[in-house]
């Protein structure tokens, strides 16, 4: 078989292949194996027909459009992988020779996957937030573990904020109660804006025995309605918090004093903002990249990006015993919103793919057999599988060349984490030391917990 690949406008390719005429015997005696296994020719089993005898009650018309039907599809997909075209969808197939006999060529015109350029992608400069543990940040943790411990005291005296007032209330919309908004004897923290922003405007300033009207809107703006509120204070409260000694450090921790209290919540502040940090470090990265990003990508690719995470979506929702009814009701959204929510992530994604295959190629990154061996191995152990199985899984169903792309896009990634500039939200340079990297076995886990936190993320807004 002879191929060639010329390259058309319209991010398309033609593959011009030829099969002489020995080959395609052999895709033609395959044929007629099918049609003597399903045909019914007095004298001999099924199966066991001669080629002679077949040709003589079907003629060879029929077994050459079966091979045809059958052995071009295979000749297609060989002449893509001899010529490495990364097809991205189905082909446009033309016969040009050989439909009624001799040799057989064909043109096969089919979509690839563009190459982007990513200018500058060697000297991005991101913006994270700092890693550092503030003062400010230590005591306000230091204040919500001390809230905890605090008591509420009785206070003759007019309503401030993080007063804890005990009030009877009751919410009407065109004359009807509102259900959730009428209860009695219900504890509410002042300024916390837990109801609605009105309530807290209301009670500053008001005394035990006053009774408060107002009106106030519906807190989700797209609904047109408004709320006739009326509000008995009956009890005023102040919280009295501990004071911050050795003392209480002991009796809200297993730490003797207070200076070890402190010592242990920075530490594990730390930890956790590193983490958060080296999180958004990536997100930033993949951020910065795909903004260099000019061309829109191909449609099918954005359509089967969409497909794949609306499919995705779906299997999760059945593993929590949800339905995207459901989460669409939960999330205030429609079906519409959800679909035009995925398509603009898809957008996203697909243009960072394309910018991390540039990235490969620019830097002439590789996917040794070391790395492939150790992501089977991964692979394997997470599906409870003997390595060399799943590898002869994967060769059949010729996804190696796949998974040695998806190494090679982690690579990429991580090329870029180590080598962008860091600065914080004041602009100061970001000590690298200082951001605890994320734990993984390769960078194509690397490239999988970034993706996966990604989703979580823009499922969430």
Known sequence: MKTSVEALEGNKVKLVVEVDEQEFEKAINAAFKRIANQARIPGFRPGKAPRRVL???????????????????????????????????PPEIDITSGEDSGAVSFDAVVEVRPKVSVPGYANLRVTIPSPEVSDEELDAQIERLRGQFGTLETVDRSVQDDDHVTIDISASADGEPVEGLTADDYLYK?????????????????????????????????????????????????????????EWANEASEFESLAALRDDM?????????????LALHEKVVEALVGLVDADPPEVLVSNEVNRRAQDLVQRLEAQGAD??????????????????????????VKSDLALRAVVEAEAIEATDEDLDSEIERFASRMNQKPAALRRQLERAEQLQAIRSDIKRGKALQWLVEHVEIVDEEGHTIDRAAIQPLINDSPLDELEAFEADSETAEEQE
């Open 55 to 89: 040709e003589a009650h079907f003629g060879t018309e029929a077994a050459r459009q079966e091979a045809l039907r059958e052995a071009l599809p295979e000749y297609f997909v060989k002449a893509v992988t001899e010529n490495d075209v990364d097809v991205i969808a």
């Open 190 to 246: 002042v300024g916390s804006g837990a109801v609605v922003a009105e309530l807290d405007d209301h009670l500053r300033g008001a005394k035990v025995g006053d009774i408060l009207s107002f009106e106030a809107s519906h807190p989700d703006p797209d609904e047109d309605l408004d709320f006739i509120f009326k509000i008995l204070v009956k009890e005023v409260k102040h919280q009295v918090l501990p004071d911050l000694n050795d």
């Open 266 to 278: 920075k530490g594990r502040l730390s930890a956790m903002k590193r983490v958060q940090s080296q």
């Open 324 to 349: 995207v009814n459901q989460y669409l009701q939960a999330m205030g959204s429609t079906g519409e919103e959800l679909g035009a929510q995925l398509r603009v992530q898809a957008i996203e994604a």
